[in-house]
């Protein structure tokens, strides 16, 4: 599977983006899918997931009920609504899928990764 991340951008704080990751090579309908983040000088972390079908989601504390994860199966693409972003949302957006249908939290358990979105907030 080959995953290729879009949507990211400059915008101001308060504002909004949609990130999106198409993969290819095979459908990836069974495949649970993340988006991980890495600011500069800080480690990367896992920003939300979303399982096989959709049915179950997870988000890190920091962004939640400001960041949407949803899928589209048809389409091959996983997509990350954020609204009312922040400053420190700023970082390199990665999305990332498992062989796996359930989440899981940790990057070691993701098989494919995209080549990563820049996002960057201003105040």
């Known amino acids: 599977v080959q995953l290729q991340a879009s949507g990211g951008g400059l915008v101001q704080a308060g504002g909004s983006l949609r990130l999106s990751c198409a993969a290819s090579?095979?459908?990836?309908?069974?495949?649970?899918a993340a988006w991980f983040r890495q600011a500069p000088g800080k480690e990367r972390e896992l920003v939300a997931a979303?399982?096989?079908?959709?049915?179950?989601?997870y988000y890190t504390d920091s962004v939640k009920g400001r960041f949407t994860i949803s899928r589209d199966n048809a389409k091959n693409t996983v997509y990350l609504q954020m609204n009312s972003l922040k400053p420190e949302d700023t970082a390199v957006y990665y999305c990332?899928?498992?062989?796996?249908?359930?989440?899981?939290?940790?990057?070691?358990?993701?098989?494919?990764w995209g080549q990563g979105t820049l996002v960057t907030v201003s105040s």
């Open positions: 979303i399982s096989r079908g959709g049915g179950s989601t």
């Open positions: 990332a899928a498992r062989t796996y249908s359930s989440i899981s939290l940790f990057g070691r358990d993701y098989d494919y």
């Open positions: 090579g095979r459908t990836f309908s069974n495949n649970a």
